[in-house]
């Protein structure tokens, strides 16, 4: 039992590539979500997934976009980076959204140049 | 928008010591959440309460309601307490966007 993977766990893009952070749980969670954590700043939600099918804008969306490609797998795509996405990228998952406990995954480095 | 405000932002202390971190909300929730963040990055959740007081080993976690307030106790302290501990709290609209999250004590515990 793995809980939530993250692949890769560091990658360094140059402005203006894209690349697909990958994100998969094997607890059976319907719901998924991304983060990015920042120096000085707390956790920020940046897209969601209640349930398998459906995906909603967090708090910080702008330049990413989502695919649910299923009920384990969430990934998060930055189709052209910019060095204000350098920042540290966490997956969690839970049973449903909003009151329940989140399992997060172990987090992806990025570095934009 | 829910506010949440830690302190203190940084601690250190001795090994043994009975460690207090505050964690106060501005809007009404439903949940309170404790996560760890380790050294290495990793963040573990601790407890979720909406009430009362919650126990686990020697962390405590307890919840004001009416002053809408929170605090982690860690008794007998031990440098592998040592991380980063983080409040979160889930508004009472409920909802993924409800969560909002603290920036963190970062907790250092010397042998």
């Known amino acids: 039992n793995a809980g939530v993977t993250q692949t890769p766990k560091f990658q360094v893009l140059k402005t203006g590539q894209s690349m697909t952070l990958q994100c998969a749980q094997d607890?059976?969670?319907?719901?998924m979500y991304w983060y990015r954590q920042d120096p000085g700043m707390g956790l920020r939600l940046i897209y969601y997934s209640a349930s398998e099918g459906t995906t909603d804008k967090g708090e910080v969306p702008n330049g990413y976009n989502v695919s649910r490609l299923n009920k384990r797998e969430f990934s998060l795509r930055l189709e052209s980076a910019a060095p204000s996405q350098t920042s540290v990228y966490f997956c969690a998952s839970s049973s449903r959204t909003g009151w329940e406990t989140q399992y997060f995954g172990p987090g992806t480095r990025l570095l934009v140049l | 928008k829910n506010e949440v405000e830690q302190s203190p932002q940084n601690l250190t202390a001795q090994e043994g010591e009975f460690i207090t971190i505050n964690c106060s909300y501005s809007?009404?929730?439903?949940?309170l959440h404790w996560l760890q963040q380790h050294p290495g990055g990793g963040i573990v959740s601790l407890f979720m309460l909406s009430s009362g007081k919650k126990k686990h080993g020697r962390l405590i976690a307890t919840i004001n309601i009416q002053e809408k307030h929170s605090s982690l106790h860690i008794t007998a302290s031990h440098p592998r307490d040592s991380a980063v501990y983080i409040c979160a709290a889930t508004h009472s609209g409920g909802g993924a966007d409800g969560l909002t999250f603290g920036k963190g004590t970062h907790l250092i515990i010397q042998p």
């Open positions: 809007v009404g929730i439903s949940a």
């Open positions: 607890m059976n969670h319907n719901s």
